[in-house]
């Protein structure tokens, strides 16, 4: 089993900061790109920025220049650090990594997600 375990939301006022783990435990063999998503409510779930094992990493237009994704790949962890935040960030912000698992070599890779953290911008 692979397990993705988020954490830092929280409630931050405009213009604030928050920074954004996520762990990944479990029977892995090897991680590729892992990801941040976000849901806000009524809408559909969207990517905020990713990153691949070798550094590479994209963005949102609507975060791009205010969101710093990174990953520590001897802890299985990525991390969003979240600045200028504005009340339309106000999301669920979900964790997704593409993991070959140790059970499932010659399976494969696949998708995991994590439970999900609230995020909530306002005054």
């Known amino acids: 089993q692979v397990q993705l375990v988020e954490s830092g939301g929280g409630l931050v006022q405009p213009g604030g900061s928050l920074r954004l783990s996520c762990a990944a435990s479990?029977?892995?063999?090897?991680?590729?790109?892992m990801g941040w998503y976000r849901q806000a409510p009524g809408k559909q779930r969207e990517l905020v920025a990713a990153?691949?094992?070798?550094?590479?990493?994209n963005y949102a237009d609507s975060v791009k220049g205010r969101f710093t994704i990174s990953r520590d790949n001897a802890k299985n962890t990525v991390y969003l650090e979240m600045n200028s935040l504005k009340p339309e960030d106000t999301a669920v912000y979900y964790c997704?990594?593409?993991?070959?698992?140790?059970?499932?070599?010659?399976?494969?890779?696949?998708?995991?997600w994590g439970q999900g953290t609230q995020v909530t911008i306002s005054s």
């Open positions: 990153i691949t094992s070798g550094g590479s990493t």
């Open positions: 479990g029977s892995i063999f090897s991680i590729y790109a």
């Open positions: 997704n990594a593409d993991v070959l698992p140790i059970h499932a070599i010659l399976s494969g890779s696949r998708g995991y």
